[in-house]
């Protein structure tokens, strides 16, 4: 019998060592703490294992220090493993150092018994016919079970606590390890207080580690498990149907039956309602998959996501499955929303600008054997709207314009707003009708109360016939075609064609070539006479012409109006500046008393500071700043008048003369004339023959010859064309003249020669 628990012991050790080896690899906090427990049972195993074996008193005795003290290690390493199993802490530090002195005095005292005999010794009995040392106990030996019992009993205290405390699902967690700890205090106590020779309750120690083993590490509560899948399964947004592998539904949580309205927990109603809910039986053959559903139509209509998973066994076998439905029916609707807020102007609803041309692209993608047509629509100063009846009725002209276009334009076309006051459609060719649009357009107005506004609303029409062009260049051209309506209140719509093409063409031939040309000197001043009362020259104007290589002589028609659109009119102002100092700068040397006037366009002002240019020329060439005239339109001072007038009177302070040109070809003239810093009043010959009462052209011409006097200002004609025309202007009082009666504009040597001739 020794000898088969001792190979029983051997088993033990050796299964216990490799659970040590095992729990140290674990991935689990506790693992250290249970390959330490565990670690610790083995000695009192080896203790007993070699008390059973000796037949000699010394052996033996050392067995019994070596399982004595192995328990001391058992008890200690149980308690730290209790404190982390059961999740609780020391009460104090106090009591965590006195367990750990008394524990160790234990230990000393084993250490003194053999110089004192104090606590234990051995004595031999015949076991199986040989002799077995039987443990004699003494007082040290009572201390040392009062120690080892008092931690067995702490340590059921807190592991029956905490059974009593926790949850039920948890109970499993501490029920199997406090009955093994009973079951192996009381089989091991019951062979200390019986003497009984071969102590076999240390098998008791080997299952009890092993036990610790399977639980801390590896063992799941099933029970607890269960609980917490259900609950997580009930607090779930997802309504949740679980089936067996027949497809039975076997429970459903309480989402899914408020889904269905499933009643009384009848779980195998679920197939049923779920059919009549959302139209359709479900696939229970498929393994798995997902859906997207919509019940209902319109603001009432909900959407909802299912999908169905599988559940297999460690074999890959199926044991059942779960359907899970989800509403996203609010998700939904903030994302088209959301969609909606982005592809549509928050005032007009229509589409935004992006949309619409991603919406026009689409469109020509997808029906290639369609012919459209672009429109672009504008509302003719929009900014005057708002100024004169206020933002909130800029606002509802817009508004009205969106229900205009909701109602006129056909279904299969789209349109949005592109801008600020401007709009876009497009249209199948077959639905434009222009005489249509214009008479619409002519009668378009807004109400305000009970007064109706007119609106004025251009329209430009591009015939889609590139459809490999970017959209926003069919805007592009239809903009352009818009932009030759101009002042015409006649016409509301125009369509892009030829012409303009040829002009947006020529433009861009001429924009390009115009830095070249300046440098090559192809742009260059012609120089047209002015000359006083009595035919002498004292002064010329400069205008700009072209001399092209390929083109030939171009006029002023033909560039200026594309630079002043464009904004090049800038560095022609600048080049001519130039010239007009060079040339007066030459004039100096030879002794000529002349001034040239030259032209500032609206364009100069926002581009460059004009005072600075003209001063720096005027310091460069050292000529006289009264030489070089500053010839100004009435157009160019109706916007940012004040800091307009401020570079005037700059300018005037150098020296520099100042000439209003065009006067009285616009509505403000006498009211800016008060307050302009101008020292020339250049009046057109076209004032006085565009009056049907030629006499009361006269009239006025002398009265505003009669003004410029009184307000200290010179009067120049230009127009004048014959010698009857000067004669009467000169009677007026006008001082100077300019026109074709006396020379066209001239090339500088010509008018060198001219100039000349009429000194002879």
Excluded at 248 to 271: G, M, T, Y
Excluded at 334 to 352: I, S, V
Excluded at 648 to 654: A, F, G, M, S, T
Aim: aromatic share 12%; net charge negative.
């Amino acid at each position: 019998m020794r000898y088969a628990f001792a190979v029983l012991f051997i088993i033990m050790v050796l299964a216990l060592l490799a659970c040590v080896s095992v729990a140290r690899r674990s991935y689990k906090k506790i693992g250290g703490t249970v390959a330490m427990l565990i670690g610790m049972l083995i000695p009192p195993v080896i203790g007993n294992l070699i008390i059973i074996l000796s037949t000699a008193k010394i052996p033996a005795t050392i067995g019994c220090y070596i399982y004595f003290i192995g328990m001391d290690a058992v008890m200690m390493s149980l308690l730290h493993f209790t404190f982390e199993y059961c999740v609780v802490k020391w009460p104090n530090n106090f009591l965590r150092y006195l367990v750990y002195t008394i524990v160790s005095v234990d230990v000393l005292q084993y250490a003194l018994n053999p110089f004192f005999g104090h606590a234990f010794d051995t004595e031999a009995i015949i076991v199986d016919g040989r002799d077995y040392y039987r443990l004699i106990p003494y007082l040290g030996q009572t201390y040392h079970r009062i120690i080892v019992y008092g931690i067995l009993l702490a340590i059921i205290v807190i592991f029956f606590f905490k059974l009593i405390t926790s949850a039920r699902a948890y109970s499993e967690r501490y029920v199997v390890i406090l009955i093994t700890i009973l079951l192996t205090a009381c089989w091991q106590s019951y062979y200390i207080f019986s003497r009984t020779p071969v102590e076999k309750s240390m098998a008791g120690y080997g299952i009890f580690g092993l036990l610790i083993f399977y639980f801390s590490l590896y063992y799941r509560p099933i029970t607890l498990l269960d609980r917490l899948l259900a609950n997580m399964a009930s607090d779930m947004p997802d309504a949740i149907f679980f089936y067996d592998v027949y497809g039975r539904c076997i429970w459903a949580n309480d989402q899914a039956i408020e889904l269905v309205k499933l009643p009384d927990d009848k779980f195998d109603r679920s197939s049923e309602l779920l059919q009549a809910k959302f139209g359709q039986k479900e696939d229970f053959n498929e393994p798995e998959w997902t859906c997207r559903k919509v019940v209902g139509t319109g603001a009432d209509c909900k959407y909802y996501d299912q999908s169905k998973r599988t559940v297999t066994d460690e074999k890959g076998r199926v044991t059942g499955f779960f359907i899970t439905i989800r509403d996203i029916t609010k998700e939904q609707k903030l994302l088209q929303k959301e969609r909606y807020n982005a592809t549509h102007d928050p005032l007009t609803d229509l589409y935004t600008k992006e949309f619409l041309y991603e919406s026009i692209r689409k469109k020509l993608d997808e029906d290639p054997d369609t012919d459209y047509m672009i429109h672009y629509i504008d509302i003719q100063n929009f900014k005057l709207v708002n100024d004169v009846f206020g933002s909130s009725f800029g606002d509802k002209t817009l508004k009205r314009i969106a229900v205009f276009l909701k109602k006129r334009v056909p279904s299969d076309g789209v349109f949005g707003r592109i801008g600020g006051d401007a709009f876009g459609v497009f249209v199948p060719k077959k639905s434009f009708d222009k005489e249509k649009l214009e008479s619409e357009l002519r009668t378009f107005s807004v109400g305000e109360g009970a007064l109706n506004h007119h609106i004025v609303i251009h329209v430009g029409v591009y015939e889609v016939v590139d459809r490999t062009l970017e959209v926003s260049f069919m805007f592009d051209r239809a903009l352009l075609a818009m932009g030759t309506i101009g002042e015409n209140y006649q016409t509301h719509v125009a369509i892009y064609d030829e012409k303009i093409r040829k002009d947006v063409l020529w433009a861009q031939h001429i924009s390009a070539q115009l830095k070249e040309a300046i440098a090559n000197k192809h742009v260059l001043p012609y120089l047209q006479p002015i000359v006083d009362k009595h035919g002498k020259i004292v002064g010329a104007e400069a205008l700009a012409r072209w001399i092209h290589p390929q083109d030939g002589f171009l006029s002023p028609a033909a560039f200026i109006p594309v630079f002043e659109k464009n904004g090049m009119i800038i560095e022609i102002d600048r080049h001519m500046w130039r010239c007009a100092c060079e040339i007066l700068a030459g004039w100096e040397k030879e002794g000529r008393d002349l001034f040239i006037s030259v032209n500032i366009s609206p364009k100069d002002f926002y581009f460059m500071d004009v005072a600075s240019e003209l001063k720096a020329l005027a310091a460069e060439y050292k000529i006289d700043p009264s030489r070089l005239r500053i010839e100004i339109t009435e157009t160019t001072m109706m916007t940012d008048v004040e800091n307009r007038m401020k570079v005037l009177e700059d300018l005037r302070k150098e020296g520099f003369i100042v000439e209003m040109d065009d006067f009285g070809s616009g509505y403000s003239s006498l009211n800016l004339l008060k307050d302009m810093p101008v020292d020339v009043l250049k009046i057109d010959m076209q004032f006085l023959t565009a009056s049907a009462d030629e006499e009361k052209g006269r009239t006025i011409l002398q009265n505003i010859i009669q003004l410029s006097e009184e307000l200290g200002m010179f009067s120049l004609t230009e127009g004048v064309e014959t010698k009857s025309q000067m004669e009467m202007l000169a009677d007026m009082g006008c001082k100077l003249f300019q026109g074709y009666y006396f020379a066209k504009p001239l090339p500088l040597p010509e008018f060198d020669d001219f100039f000349k001739t009429a000194l002879a």
